[in-house]
């Protein structure tokens, strides 16, 4: 039903929420795990599921800002959903997401995100109301982009996301920040064991899914 194209984002959101509760509740019920940690999983879930709902619900680009604006209102616009939606490729959800969160115009965002200077931004960041913490991995992921000159879209997906998972990993892998570790964690969601395992080989760490 979520996938339908004639539902709106507010439909949507219901149906992620109902069943993601219901799953929630039942696992508490069930096994007795701990209402923190399965939070904490079922919101990765909403934004795995928000990630793949995307196209449907903004078959224009103006609906993708709508869409920004929604989940900022329903508290859902998060650092993670941002670098999920940067890492997997959605590179118009992560530009709209964050000059939603910074209340800017999308190109005043897009120029200090992508073309301003060494502090621009960590500026709107700032604005954003984001850590810093989070600011090296955003950083890389955006320069891999850029080295890579895409843009967002299906052609040249697969190679970003490998370069940018290995990049990641090699220059934040050995972070001690519990955010960062969470932040990379989380990219295993929503890519293939294919991708991950080129990523990793690359990065110089073997991953094996019958392992993991």
């Not at 949507?12 to 096994?31: A, G, P, Q, T």
């Not at 190109?107 to 621009?120: K, S, T």
């Not at 970003?160 to 969470?182: K, P, V, W, Y």
Request: overall charge neutral.
């Amino acid at each position: 039903m979520a996938a339908r194209p004639d539902l709106s984002a507010a439909v949507v959101e219901k149906l992620i929420l109902f069943v993601s509760e219901e799953i929630r509740n039942r696992l508490i019920r069930s096994h007795r795990l701990n209402p923190r940690l399965i939070g904490i999983l079922v919101e990765r879930a909403r934004e795995a599921v928000t990630l793949l709902l995307l196209k449907p619900l903004t078959p224009r680009e103006a609906d993708v800002e709508l869409l920004a604006r929604h989940l900022l209102i329903r508290g859902r616009l998060s650092a993670p959903l941002l670098f999920r939606a940067l890492c997997a490729g959605e590179i118009a959800l992560f530009d709209a997401g964050i000059a939603v969160r910074a209340n800017l115009p999308p190109e005043n965002a897009r120029q200090l995100a992508w073309d301003g200077g060494p502090h621009a931004l960590k500026g709107l960041f700032a604005k954003a109301g984001l850590s810093f913490t989070l600011l090296k991995p955003f950083r890389v992921a955006i320069a891999v982009a850029k080295a890579l000159d895409y843009r967002g879209g299906d052609e040249g997906r697969e190679r970003f996301q490998t370069e940018a998972i290995a990049t990641l990993f090699d220059a934040c892998g050995n972070s001690q920040d519990r955010e960062i570790d969470d932040l990379l964690l989380q990219l295993f969601d929503q890519t293939s064991a294919e991708v991950i395992e080129k990523a990793l080989e690359q990065a110089g760490m073997p991953f094996s899914p019958l392992n993991s």
